[in-house]
């Protein structure tokens, strides 16, 4: 599964951003689909996550009430990004999972490229 991540850009603290991120498998719906970020000199950490049928999600606390992840049923997992704070920049990475570890990133088999936001104060 080839995963392509886009949708970041620059945006003022309190704005708006969406993601998108696009499979190229056409057995995506086999897949949780999650979204991880990495700042500069951090650990990488889990974001959010949406089960395979789309009917269950999974957010860290510190996006909760904030970020919605969605899927289509054409291959493309969404992150709408609300409220955005300065400590939300990062590189946003989107991924594929079998397994239902959600939070884990080790548990997730295939990346996208990453797509970076910069939320400015």
């Known amino acids: 599964v080839q995963l392509q991540a886009y949708g970041g850009g620059l945006v003022q603290a309190g704005g708006s951003l969406r993601l998108s991120c696009a499979a190229s498998?056409?057995?995506?719906?086999?897949?949780?689909m999650g979204w991880f970020r990495q700042a500069p000199g951090k650990e990488r950490e889990f974001v959010v996550a949406v089960s395979m049928k789309g009917d269950a999600t999974y957010h860290a606390d510190s996006v909760k009430g904030r970020f919605t992840i969605s899927r289509d049923n054409f291959k493309k997992v969404f992150l709408q990004m609300n409220s955005l704070k300065p400590e939300d920049t990062a590189l946003y990475y989107c991924?594929?999972?079998?397994?239902?570890?959600?939070?884990?990133?080790?548990?997730?088999?295939?990346w996208g490229q990453g797509t970076q936001v910069t939320v400015q104060r």
């Open positions: 991924a594929a999972t079998r397994g239902s570890s959600w939070y884990l990133g080790e548990e997730y088999a295939y």
């Open positions: 498998e056409r057995t995506f719906g086999v897949y949780g």
